[in-house]
């Protein structure tokens, strides 16, 4: 049994409609992005904005537990899109073995778009691809003017384009 507290008619919808997407599956249109999500798989490429040629590209499956995976955690996040349109952004340290660099800011969905503003002008708008009852799927392509090529080290200019994977973190 689960117990939660609402203030509004609305909110008891809101969370009704969250249930049934869960049992049933979560079909489109009926699974809310609200709640906790982390990064199961990241898959992107960045270009050259002149030549088209793809500088570097990447399928990565981020995992907190790397030391006994061997897999890459350092890009493993977590975002919480929480009740009132509020966002916050966390980030795996492997070093550390905990959560830092958190950002918070604002949501607004519309359709299938998905935007965050971190406040000061910063902000991401993304294609919302799929989602579910516990996976959610982003696309996101825009001009990273500072993208450091893994190989050289190097800043260089690029077309970046990313789809992150998500599931729910229960």
């Not at 203030?7 to 009926?30: D, H, V, W």
């Not at 795996?92 to 000061?120: C, H, P, Y």
């Not at 799929?130 to 003017?145: E, F, K, R």
């Amino acid at each position: 049994i689960v117990m939660t507290r609402v203030n509004s008619a609305n909110e008891i919808m809101q969370i009704l409609y969250q249930m049934i997407a869960e049992k049933t599956g979560g079909r489109p249109g009926e699974a809310s992005i609200l709640g906790t999500w982390g990064t199961t798989r990241i898959v992107g490429s960045a270009s050259d904005p002149d030549t088209k040629q793809v500088i570097e590209n990447w399928d990565n499956y981020p995992s907190i537990n790397d030391a006994d995976t061997e897999k890459e955690s350092l890009k493993y996040m977590e975002f919480t899109f929480g009740e009132n349109s509020f966002f916050k952004l966390q980030q795996f340290d492997d070093q550390m073995r905990t959560f830092t660099a958190i950002m918070e800011g604002t949501w607004k969905q519309e359709g299938n778009t998905l935007s965050v503003d971190f406040g000061n002008g910063n902000g991401r708008t993304v294609e919302l691809v799929s989602l579910t009852a516990d996976q959610l799927v982003i696309h996101m392509n825009y001009i990273d003017y500072e993208f450091r090529v893994k190989e050289t080290g190097n800043k260089t200019t690029v077309i970046y384009d990313e789809t992150i994977y998500f599931s729910r973190v229960k």
